[in-house]
């Protein structure tokens, strides 16, 4: 018995070998289970444009990849929409609840009429000089405008369907529009601003008080408005853009976006700031809704109870007290 034992023990570190090397080349291992999907909103993604065509009830987001999201509980969870593009789309903007269009990267411009369970690729007249289009703004009637790169302003009439040029190819490009009646407006780099009163078949140019390249535009009547752009830029009009002059704001950070929210003016930009003015466009004051975020939004847009603003990341905000 104990000469058995002797010899099993001595032959054990082999077998404990053999054993090994039979797993290891005779039994493959499995995992059960369900594959956990990605989330609809990666902490990578970047979101440059949001829209509301129904308030906090449906809200529509668009950036990274391609991708356009979805949200009808405030922005708590967000549903990603199938398009057929991977291009960064810059801009995001809706008629209604069914129709929608949002542009991008190399000249992108998709449009939806079904709520987006369906996103479709238009075809828009292309510059050699670049195409990026960086806003888009819808009006009643199924009017649209868009603006880029390369002194690009495109205008559709049927809802996105079809796009004109308006504007030759230049050397700095325009950063939003806006559309008071027939009368357009485009605002762009180097502080430029330009008007139409014949919605887009002539031109004329308007000479701006600053230098610095101005990142959007925002009416509150067909009379009022602000521009707002980098260094800390505000401008304010009282006769339909014709004429600008400079607010006094106590900051230098860039502003991207700037809304009328019903009762005061609100923009955003560098480093998780919140500018608010009031109607007259005079008095501003400058906030940072969160000690921690520090993120650059691209947009704010204003909602039932405060703010929804996009960009490293999107999200709600509430409104500062008057």
Do not use: C
């Amino acid at each position: 018995m104990k000469r058995a034992l002797s010899v099993f023990l001595s032959a054990l570190p082999f077998l404990i070998v053999l054993g090994l090397l039979y797993a290891a080349f005779y039994i493959k291992p499995s995992v059960d289970g369900t594959p956990v999907p990605p989330p609809p909103m990666a902490r990578n993604d970047v979101v440059y444009g949001v829209a509301a065509p129904a308030g906090d009830a449906l809200l529509w987001a668009a950036g990274s990849d391609g991708k356009v999201w979805t949200s009808r509980d405030g922005a708590r969870t967000w549903t990603v929409q199938k398009t057929p593009t991977r291009q960064l789309l810059q801009d995001i903007a809706a008629w209604d609840t069914q129709r929608a269009v949002a542009v991008g990267n190399d000249g992108i411009v998709l449009v939806t009429a079904d709520g987006g369970r369906h996103w479709t690729k238009v075809d828009v007249p292309r510059s050699p000089i670049a195409n990026k289009l960086v806003h888009v703004r819808t009006y009643v009637g199924g009017a649209a405008w868009a603006v880029g790169e390369a002194g690009v302003a495109l205008r559709s009439r049927d809802y996105g369907q079809h796009w004109d040029r308006v504007t030759p190819d230049e050397d700095s490009g325009w950063n939003d529009v806006a559309k008071l009646g027939d009368r357009i407006i485009l605002a762009g780099e180097f502080g430029r601003l330009r008007i139409s009163d014949d919605d887009g078949a002539t031109w004329r140019d308007v000479n701006g008080p600053v230098k610095s390249s101005l990142m959007a535009l925002a009416f509150r009547d067909e009379t009022n408005g602000v521009a707002v752009g980098l260094d800390g830029v505000v401008l304010r009009t009282g006769d339909g853009g014709a004429t600008w002059e400079r607010a006094q704001v106590a900051t230098a950070t860039h502003l991207f976006d700037v809304e009328w929210d019903g009762n005061r003016w609100a923009a955003t930009g560098n480093t998780g700031i919140l500018l608010t003015g009031d109607a007259t466009a005079q008095d501003w004051r400058t906030a940072n809704p969160s000690a921690t975020d520090r993120r650059w939004h691209t947009r704010i847009l204003p909602l039932r109870d405060g703010y929804l603003w996009a960009g490293q990341g999107v999200g709600s905000i509430a409104r500062p007290a008057l």
